[in-house]
């Protein structure tokens, strides 16, 4: 358990509405990131951090925002739903002491945009 | 575009027989692998990860990488009913990893 926690684990949610989802961490990484998993597509980056207020851009960050004002809280949003942006979203961190980028994930969050 | 690449299976194994996973990755500039399991609606949890050619073992799982072929693989022994799950390869650098869609493994009794 690398201390993450996501919310809300569920949501349900109408297209055209902003969305906000919040990962939180208790250890301290430096790196978080936001990745969302589809059916046939594997796990894919949306947004990754690498320090407060330091962020960039994934394969798939087109429709995404996120924000990191403080260490332990990433958020990402959906600042217009759209059905296509139903998915499973997943934050990770990337473990210090271990090195080599590994990453632990968090529970996820299944967002449905109807 | 970097990618990584996985049968999607399904792999059917029989129990106590060895489960063979295999991965291919486009980027040589790739320098750690990870293999992550994932039971359905679970988070994936990390099983190894391997940075030198070669083998690494750590009880029944054995990760393999040969980076002249850019191929990782994943041995399961004495497979069990509880490793039947999705089981993702990743690879990258230090900040970034690439994953693959994954395979899915059935232990069959």
């Known amino acids: 358990d690398a201390g993450i926690t996501q919310s809300p684990r569920h949501k349900v949610t109408e297209t055209g509405t902003p969305v906000t989802l919040r990962c939180h961490q208790t250890e301290n990484h430096r790196y978080m990131y936001w990745y969302r998993q589809d059916p046939g597509h594997g796990l894919r980056l949306i947004h990754y951090?690498?320090?407060?207020?330091?962020?960039d851009k994934g394969e798939v960050s087109d429709g995404y925002s996120v924000s990191r004002s403080k260490t332990e809280d990433f958020l990402l949003t959906l600042e217009s739903a759209t059905s296509s942006q139903t998915s499973v979203y997943f934050c990770?961190?990337?473990?210090?002491?271990?090195?080599?980028?590994?990453?632990?994930f968090g529970p996820g969050t299944r967002l449905l945009v109807l | 575009q970097k990618e990584v690449e996985q049968n999607s299976g399904p792999l059917s194994v029989p129990e106590g027989a060895i489960a063979s996973l295999n991965c291919t990755y486009s980027?040589?500039?790739?320098?750690?692998f990870f293999w992550y399991r994932q039971y359905s609606g679970k988070s994936p949890e990390l099983i190894m990860f391997?940075?030198?050619?070669g083998d690494k073992e750590d009880g029944r799982f054995t990760a393999q990488l040969n980076k002249a072929s850019q191929y990782v693989s994943l041995l399961i022994r004495d497979s069990q009913p509880s490793d039947s799950a999705t089981y993702l390869c990743?690879?990258?650098?230090?900040?970034?990893?690439?994953f693959g869609s994954g395979t899915r493994l059935s232990i069959r009794p």
């Open positions: 990743a690879g990258g650098g230090t900040s970034k990893i690439i």
């Open positions: 990770a961190i990337r473990d210090h002491i271990t090195g080599m980028g590994t990453q632990y």
């Open positions: 391997i940075y030198s050619n």
């Open positions: 980027d040589r500039g790739s320098q750690s």
């Open positions: 951090s690498y320090g407060v207020k330091d962020t």
